[in-house]
């Protein structure tokens, strides 16, 4: 594995173990924040309104995610999890919008356009195929595999028709 995408990998996940286990640990400082995404979640899909329970299973997805990315299992995988991830955390913990204290906005802005920045990494490393082909590359390569190995077995197939025919006039 080339050592850069090993330290990457290594160097995006404890944020994720670390902040998992502490939304495990700690859920309901979380919840009031949370609140403001998982209630219109609860509402479209008809889930149960409990904040601390999303908030519980965020930090399990970002445990998870981060283990896995730091080891190197499904790292494609773990990285779009983490992803999906910090994506409502982003917009429930950093929203600077509503931010009324100057000195309050700025850190909300800066946190929230760093975990910008981690998103862009985290889906980098979801499509990071490490050099080997992806299975898009490989089921295209298939199909035209197939397509040109059924050319064949037509133009045999005519070749022998052509010669049993020849058999059967002579």
Known sequence: ???????GRELLAPMFVSGGLDALRHPEPKAARAATVTTPLAETFGLPDDPVLF???NGAVQVAGGTLLAMGRAPRLAALALAASLIPTTIAGHRFWEESDPTTRANSRLHFLKNVAVLGGLLLASVDTEGKPGVAWRTKRAVGDVRREARHLRR???????????????
């Open 55 to 57: 908030v519980r299973l």
């Open 1 to 7: 594995m080339n050592v850069i995408r090993r330290l």
């Open 156 to 170: 045999q197939a005519k070749v022998q028709a052509r010669l049993a025919a020849k058999s059967v006039t002579s």
